[in-house]
């Protein structure tokens, strides 16, 4: 299954074309190794992504802390291939939950089942993502399981409700372009569990997922509205004006005070939406990732909106040609 499957429909032949090419590209690992050995694609992937190391983050996290921002940090990587790097993963999210803690910054991770070990072994996922729920628990921290492509969403949900037993901190994400999610948003609202709401990144047949922009979107304000009304504290995630001036309007409407629910915005994406956000009173939490393996998701962000390639070739452009802006 491949990313980035919503909203063709409203876009032109050539963004289309771009966008297909570049999430194609975004799967090509050879691509991948040449890209991220450029020094020139370098500060326009600064923007998306807070660093290669923990050390090059930790003073980002801080920055956007001082701001007034709430963060959960993302250790990039996806689909391990090897138990080992799926165990060096977990453990280094233990590593930046230890750093999160000493440094007083915000307590709140998210990862992915996949990087965790899914595909090798549901057991070898379950014992490293325990591990991490575990000691996020003695941290007082909070672990957001990733929502991967539709054929993980069965396991991914059975994995979190078995540690839901044991573990009130850790929550799952919701796509709003899958058809199944109505239902998945009444169980998680019956449990009690913290929701993330998501359009959905993935390329999905539409068996499973609503062919188009207009309907994702209709789903998200739907399954949103439901959880302003009786989740547990849920979270929209979404760059979407449109729909945040709606989440307000009902927030509003149904004197849903704004400690009750969170925004959830990328690193990099709408910063000015999101300044405006937390200065009408929102809290404001940024999805922020940082690591080598940064690549994959870089090429998802340039593929979400094709202006972003135009500037891309600007700045190395102007790299090249000695400008400092
Ligand atoms: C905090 C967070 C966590 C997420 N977690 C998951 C997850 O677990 N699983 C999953 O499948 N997906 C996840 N996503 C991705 C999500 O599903 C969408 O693919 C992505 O957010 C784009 O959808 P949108 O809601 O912003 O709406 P869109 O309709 O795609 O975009 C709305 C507007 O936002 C702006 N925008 C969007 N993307 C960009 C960009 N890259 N650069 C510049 N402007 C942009 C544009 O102005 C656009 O018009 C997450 C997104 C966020 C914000």
Redesign the pocket.
Same mark, same amino acid.
């Given at each position: 299954m491949r990313? #980035?499957g919503?909203?063709d429909a409203v876009r032109t032949a050539p963004e289309r074309v771009l966008r297909t090419g570049l999430l194609a590209l975004s799967h090509r690992r050879v691509v991948g190794r040449i890209a991220t050995g450029m020094p020139l694609t370098r500060p326009f992937v600064d923007r !998306?992504v807070a660093g290669q190391t923990l050390v090059e983050a930790l003073p980002r996290l801080r920055r956007l802390a001082d701001a007034g921002f709430r963060t $959960?940090v993302d250790l990039l990587g996806e689909s391990v291939t090897h138990a080992d790097a799926a165990s060096a993963a977990a453990d280094r999210y233990l590593e930046t939950l230890e750093a999160l803690a000493a440094g007083s910054l915000d307590r709140n991770v998210?990862l992915?089942l996949s990087q965790m070990g899914m595909a090798i072994d549901p057991a070898l996922a379950r014992a490293n993502l325990e591990r991490i729920v575990a000691r996020a628990s003695s941290l007082d921290a909070f672990v /957001?399981i990733? &929502? %991967?492509?539709s054929s993980t969403v069965d396991a991914t949900l059975a994995l979190h409700r078995d540690l839901w037993a044991s573990h009130n901190n850790v929550g799952v994400?919701i796509?709003s @372009?899958l058809r199944r999610s109505t239902a998945d948003v009444d169980a998680l609202i019956t449990e009690g569990v913290r929701v +993330?709401l998501?359009? #959905?990144?993935?390329k999905e047949p539409a068996s499973v997922a609503f062919p188009t922009?207009p309907e994702v =979107?209709d789903s !998200?304000a739907i399954l949103m509205e439901r959880l302003l009304g009786e989740g547990a504290y849920p979270?929209f995630? $979404?760059? =979407? %004006?449109r729909?945040i001036r709606r989440a307000i309007a009902i927030a509003r409407r149904d004197h849903v005070t704004a400690d009750r629910f969170e925004f959830? &915005?990328?690193y990099?994406? /709408?910063r000015d939406l999101q300044d405006r956000l937390l200065a009408a009173g929102y809290t404001v +939490?940024?999805?922020v990732p940082f690591g080598r393996e940064w690549y994959p998701y870089f090429m998802? /962000?340039?593929a %979400? /909106?094709p @202006?972003?390639v135009a500037f891309l070739v600007r700045s190395v452009l102007r790299e090249r040609r000695g400008d400092s802006a």
């Open positions: 990313s #980035g919503i909203g !998306f $959960t998210s992915k /957001r990733d &929502m %991967e492509d994400v796509q @372009a +993330r998501c359009k #959905g990144a993935y922009k =979107d !998200f979270a995630a $979404t760059h =979407d %004006e729909l959830q &915005m990328l990099g994406v /709408r +939490r940024l999805y998802r /962000r340039l %979400e /909106r @202006a972003n």
